[in-house]
């Protein structure tokens, strides 16, 4: 199977490039031994496109470390997947999207899950093709639809889940890629098929974050690709509350989400015109 040609499917293989880099560190956060399969032909180059931007050759570095971030959010979510699948009466875990996310393979999961993954048919069809030899740890839902469309939940309930029951919903690398009306929408519809009690996580910038002359190189190498960054929110507690959800926000380098591996200061946050990521968290109400 050829690679991923959309601008935002192509994404996913950075985030296995980035995965299986961090998987050959000597003091990496986690190890995914799947991600050298899924990185395609097209995950170096983005990768090393990043890394470029991110460590100029001549320059100090201006730019977040991607790298470092990556490894602090996968090894987050895959804290707090964990510690959600660990409660018995929580028995269903749907990503949205899942990219080439391969925690139904590298993690061990309690007996009483369902695992859902929701991406577009050609995303789910290559990660299907590069794992074809692998047995999920869990019981694994596909499910083959862009979330873009209207009745993605139609589908998802088809493959088995119960919108009646508690689950957990993980959207990783979603929030800034989609216009605001979209990511409202998209909570919106989360929120009507998750039972009171049901958690949610997902990261999220800040405005700050698409605006800031220092932000853009990183800003102008997805531009370029063609999946701009296009939404950041400074009150992502604010944001998901208006949905149903209490949450905390954390930034990287914070307690809890720091793992000995952040580079740079963390800013409090009332400092205004500085670049923030949120590792967002919390419950249905």
């Known amino acids: 199977m050829t690679d991923l040609t959309d601008a935002v499917e192509r994404t996913a293989l950075l985030t296995a490039a980035l995965r299986h880099a961090e998987s050959g560190r000597p003091d990496r956060l986690y190890d995914d031994p799947y991600a050298a399969a899924l990185v395609g032909d097209a995950g170096p180059a983005l990768l090393a496109e990043i890394r470029e931007a991110t460590y100029p050759a001549n320059a100090r570095r201006s730019l977040p470390s991607t790298p470092d971030y ?4 996968t090894r987050f979510f895959d804290d707090y997947l964990q510690k959600c699948a660990a409660d018995p009466s929580m028995t ?10 391969s925690r139904a393979y590298r993690l061990p999961w309690p007996g009483h899950i369902r695992y859902f993954e929701v991406d577009r048919p050609a995303v789910q069809r290559f990660k299907a093709d590069r794992l074809r030899h692998v047995q999920p740890q869990v019981d694994h839902r596909v499910i083959e639809v862009d979330l873009v469309v209207d009745d993605w939940e139609t589908e998802l309930v088809a493959a088995g889940y119960d ?11 979603l929030l800034y890629y989609i216009p605001e009306r979209d990511v409202h929408r998209m909570l919106d519809r989360v929120a009507a098929h998750c039972a009171p009690g049901s958690r949610i996580a997902a990261d999220i910038v800040n405005e700050a974050a698409l605006t800031l002359p220092s932000m853009r190189g990183l800003l102008d190498v997805f531009a370029g690709w063609g999946c701009p960054w296009v939404f950041g929110s400074d009150d992502p507690e604010a944001l998901f509350a208006g949905h149903g959800y209490d949450v905390q926000a954390v930034q990287p380098g914070e307690e809890g989400a720091d793992y000995g591996r952040w580079p740079d200061p963390v800013p409090p946050r009332d400092v205004r015109d500085v670049r923030r990521v949120f590792l967002v968290h919390g419950t249905r109400r």
């Not at 919108?163 to 690398?173: A, N, Q, V």
């Open 163 to 173: 919108p009646g029951l508690p689950s957990t919903w993980l959207l990783e690398g």
């Open 70 to 73: 990556n490894a602090i959010r």
């Open 92 to 101: 269903q875990i749907v990503l949205a999207p899942s990219g080439m996310d």
